[in-house]
T-cell receptor
C-alpha cells in the first residue's frame, strides 16, 4: 500500500471556523490531489499540486485553499467553514502525469460542519 | 462539462457475472481507470485502459472503446466481498494526471 496518511480522520466543527486538513506521503510522489466525496456526486477535485509550492484549482475550489511547502505534505484549508463543506475529504498521490500512473488514495477525513 | 455516466446501483447473485458500464465524452480522452471502494474506505485501483480492447486481471476485466466513449468493468465469479462501489474515472488531456470521476455504481452481491 502507498504510504499516505490523513489527519485528522474525523472532525466536527462550527460554521465560520477555520479548518486545516493534512495529507502526508512517504512515497516521494510529485503529484498530490484533494477531493471531496458526496452522495450522488462522486469524487470531485478541489485542488492539486504538481510540485513544492506549485498548486492549481480543481473543479470545486471555492472556499478552499492549499499549500505545499514540502514534497511530503499537502494541506487543505477551509478559511471559514460552511455547512455545505460537510463531506468526506480524500487526498491522493501520483508518481507521474501520464501513462499507467494510477492515483493512490489516503484513508479519508470525515468533516462535519454544524 | 466532461460528464462520466454510470448506473447508480446494480444487484447480482454470488457466483454470477456482472457488467458495469461507463460512458464519457470522447474529446481529449487520455486514459480510463476503474476503482473499487468499500463503504467507509478509500478507493483502490482496479484497472487502466488507454487502448481499445479488453484488459484482464484475474476475476476482473475492463473493456474500452475510444470511438464510442464507452468502457465496462466485468466481474466474474462474484463473491460477497465484491459488494462495493465501482468508480469510473477518465483522464483527459491537460496534464497533471487529473481525473474526472463518475458518481459510482453501488453493487450489491446476494447469496
Amino acid at each position: 500500500d502507498a504510504g499516505i496518511t490523513q489527519s485528522p480522520r474525523h472532525k466536527v466543527t462550527e460554521t465560520g471556523t477555520p479548518v486545516t486538513l493534512r495529507c502526508h506521503q512517504t512515497e516521494n510522489h510529485r503529484y498530490m490531489y484533494w477531493y471531496r466525496q458526496d452522495p450522488g456526486h462522486g469524487l470531485r477535485l478541489i485542488h492539486y499540486s504538481y510540485g513544492v509550492k506549485d498548486t492549481d484549482k480543481g473543479e470545486v475550489s471555492d472556499g478552499y485553499s492549499v499549500s505545499r511547502s514540502k514534497t511530503e505534505d499537502f494541506l487543505l484549508t477551509l478559511e471559514s467553514a460552511t455547512s455545505s463543506q460537510t463531506s468526506v475529504y480524500f487526498c491522493a498521490i501520483s508518481e507521474s502525469s501520464s501513462g499507467h500512473n494510477e492515483q493512490f488514495f489516503g484513508p479519508g477525513t470525515r468533516l462535519t460542519v454544524l | 462539462g466532461q460528464n462520466i455516466d454510470q448506473p447508480t446501483e446494480m444487484t447480482a447473485t454470488e457466483g454470477a457475472i456482472v457488467q458495469i458500464n461507463c460512458t464519457y465524452q470522447t474529446s481529449g480522452f487520455n486514459g480510463l481507470f476503474w476503482y473499487q471502494q468499500h463503504a467507509g474506505e478509500a478507493p483502490t485501483f482496479l484497472s487502466y485502459n488507454v487502448l481499445d480492447g479488453l484488459e484482464e486481471k484475474g476475476r476482473f476485466s475492463s473493456f474500452l472503446s475510444r470511438s464510442k466513449g464507452y468502457s465496462y468493468l466485468l466481474l466474474k465469479e462474484l463473491q460477497m466481498k465484491d459488494s462495493a462501489s465501482y468508480l469510473c474515472a477518465v483522464r483527459f488531456s491537460g496534464g497533471y494526471n487529473k481525473l474526472i470521476f463518475g458518481a459510482g455504481t453501488r453493487l450489491a452481491v446476494h447469496p
